[in-house]
Structures are given as C-alpha cells and as structure tokens.
T-cell receptor, first 114, second 117 residues
Framework: DQQVKQNSPSLSVQEGRISILNCDYT??????FLWYKKYPAEGPTFLIS?????DKNEDGRFTVFLNKSAKHLSLHIVPSQPGDSAVYFC?????????????FGQGTRLTINP | DTGVSQNPRHKITKRGQNVTFRCDPI?????LYWYRQTLGQGPEFLTY????????KSRLLSDRFSAERPKGSFSTLEIQRTEQGDSAMYLC???????????????FGPGTRLTVL
C-alpha cells in the first residue's frame, strides 16, 4: 500500500511563477515530513521539512504547508527558477524515537520553462 | 563537510554474481540508512544502523542481502547471487541522532546504480 502519494507525475511552470507540488499521506502516525529534490544521476537533496505540530514552515523561496486533518502537504516555490527543474519527492516518518525510516512518494517532475 | 559518498557509482554484473557497495557517511553521523530506488518510484527503506548496530531491516531485504557497518563508520551492502530484479539505484543516507524526540535530517549520497544482465 502506498502510504505517501504524489498524484501528479509531472508539472510544468513558467519561470517567475509559483510552483505548487502536492503530497497526500494515509498513515496518521506520521509526524514529520520532508521534501527532497533530485537531479539525474544524483542522490536526493534535502530541501525543507515540517513537524506535525506546525502548519507552515518557510525557508527562502520554499514554503511547506501541512494540513493534518486532510493528511495533505504542499511545497510552494516562489518565484520559480530554471534551476528548480528536478524531481521532487515528499517523504514522511513517524518514529521519532526509533529508526525514523523515511517513506517516500513516487515523485513529481517539475519543469520550469523560461 | 564532504557529504555522503558511495562507491562504485555504477556496477554492471551478470546474474548470479555477488556485488558489494560501499557508503561513507558524513563524519560524526551515527545513523546510516540504505534505500533502494527503482525507475519511476521513490526510494524504499532497506536497513538502518545506529553506530555499528543494525537495528532494523525491511522485508525487502531478502537473505541474499547483507549489510555491515564495522566500527560504526563506513558501511557495505552485499548482494549475493544477483537477480535481474535487483537492478536499481542503491542509496545511502546518514544523519546525526538529534535525541529528545526530535527527528534528524537524512542526507543522501549519489547512489550506486546496479544493472544485472
């Protein structure tokens, strides 16, 4: 069963506009969420995270929103830049006292058009 | 900070052969993870070490897979009698135990791409 889902395989956005990537989860035990960016032939790079005790976390151009009741989170990138073109993975964990293994979504390929 | 490194970056082998991958975590990171990623999917958890102790293994890790982390530093992942279904990207991540109920951030290496012919 897919506990973390990214339902949009791809997204195309014009440079300078806002990119919104979405993620849904089913496991109510998840209490920490992360977004990673991945370029081809590289490992995932950590972008931003949010704890379940918050509903928003901001870092520069990146903001993550968490809606616990809907079991939904989103990543907003504004303004979008060509270098943001990559695959974005949402990940979740719910084991703060243990292994903290990450459960990933399938990824969304973001393309920023000039 | 040199980041997480993995070797080799690419490995092509014939079915039935054994392969071994190495991961060097960020220094002073006491947690080390192995994940596997297949085409079109996100990474899937395989196993986890805290220092030299292997504390959790996924059901994905069959008997043909073994991982070690001697002395709590680098780690190796060995696959015996490789099968075509083992073809994937093998990712290593490390983190520093935050403690206090906080979640640490995992930092990933570039991965080893395995192709089994």
């Amino acid at each position: 069963d897919q506990q973390v889902k990214q339902n949009s395989p791809s997204l195309s956005v014009q440079e300078g506009r806002i990119s919104i990537l979405n993620c849904d989860y089913t496991n109510s035990m998840f209490d920490y969420f992360l977004w990673y960016k991945k370029y081809p032939a590289e490992g995932p790079t950590f972008l931003i995270s949010i704890s379940s005790i918050k509903d928003k976390n901001e870092d520069g151009r990146f903001t993550v929103f968490l809606n616990k009741s809907a079991k939904h989170l989103s990543l907003h990138i504004v303004p979008s830049q060509p270098g943001d073109s990559a695959v974005y993975f949402c990940a979740a964990t719910g084991d703060s006292g243990g292994a903290q293994k990450l459960v990933f979504g399938q990824g969304t390929r973001l393309t920023i058009n000039p | 900070d040199t980041g997480v490194s993995q070797n080799p970056r690419h490995k092509i082998t014939k079915r039935g052969q054994n392969v071994t991958f190495r991961c060097d975590p960020i220094s002073e990171h006491n947690r080390l993870y192995w994940y596997r990623q297949t085409l079109g999917q996100g990474p899937e958890f395989l196993t986890y070490f805290q220092n030299e102790a292997q504390l959790e293994k996924s059901r994905l890790l069959s008997d043909r897979f073994s991982a070690e982390r001697p002395k709590g530093s680098f780690s190796t992942l060995e696959i015996q009698r490789t099968e075509q279904g083992d073809s994937a990207m093998y990712l290593c991540a490390s983190s520093r135990l935050a403690g206090g109920g906080f979640t640490d951030t995992q930092y990933f290496g570039p991965g080893t791409r395995l192709t089994v012919l």
